[in-house]
């Protein structure tokens, strides 16, 4: 079965300085793997997506994250944060398709704070 | 392009009355939908799916049921509230079978009194 851990709850970065976000994931074959982030009291918002294409997939807002398959990781990184980032970032990883359904596998959250 | 759209976004409802909540979609026909549920403090957590009219699969038994009565229409429903029942309501879809990807509405704060 599919799972994901996101390593940390809370981390906390100064705004100007790199995110890191730790993601591993565990699958049975070539997963499909996202990042979600998540304002306070509003919905999922998708920031990348991989599919078996590029391993160093960019997304929205200067976010982009690394596919490696050795380290069955895929970690979510920013090189300068802003205070709009402050906000809840979920690892998701695909589970398989049965009748007609994909089932998401989503990590328990990492919360992200910036300070000035 | 497609748009999720839920309703209401904040309800306040006693123990033991009903609810429904709505989710549409728009812009994308014959879609893939999702509701989910997030209490406080915790993940998310996948309720019901469906891949047509009428057609809904559980993942959990609970006091819920959800209903689809239109392409593009989702309802989550309960008879009698529990206090459990309190939390952040998503809804969710996709293009179909084969795309892994969903896309959220802006959710539903429950609150059961």
């Known amino acids: 079965a599919q799972s994901v851990t996101q390593l940390d709850s809370h981390v906390s970065v100064s705004e100007g300085t790199p995110v890191l976000l730790r993601c591993n994931y565990s699958s049975s074959y070539s997963p499909s793997l996202f990042w979600y982030v998540q304002h306070p009291n509003k919905g999922l918002q998708l920031l990348l997506k991989y599919t078996s294409a590029a391993t160093l997939v960019k997304g929205i807002n200067g976010f982009e994250a690394e596919f490696k398959k050795s380290e069955t990781s895929f970690h979510l990184t920013k090189p300068s944060a802003h205070m709009s980032d402050a906000a809840e970032y979920f690892c998701v990883v695909s589970d398989s398709v049965s009748g007609g359904y994909n089932k998401l596998i989503f990590g328990a959250g990492t919360r992200l704070a910036v300070h000035p | 392009s497609q748009t999720i759209h839920q309703w209401p976004a904040t309800l306040v409802q006693p123990v033991g009355s009903p609810l429904s909540l709505e989710c549409t979609v728009e812009g994308t026909s014959n879609p893939n939908l999702y509701w989910y549920r997030q209490a406080a403090g915790r993940g998310l957590q996948l309720l019901f799916y469906?891949?047509?009219?009428?057609?809904i699969s559980s993942e959990v038994p609970q006091n819920l049921s959800a209903s689809r009565p239109q392409d593009r229409q989702f309802i989550l429903s309960s008879k009698k509230l529990l206090l459990s029942d309190s939390g952040f309501y998503l809804c969710?879809?996709?293009?179909?079978?084969?795309?892994?990807?969903?896309?959220f509405g802006p959710g539903t704060r429950l609150t059961v009194t």
């Open positions: 469906s891949v047509g009219i009428g057609q």
């Open positions: 969710a879809w996709t293009r179909g079978q084969w795309s892994y990807e969903q896309y």
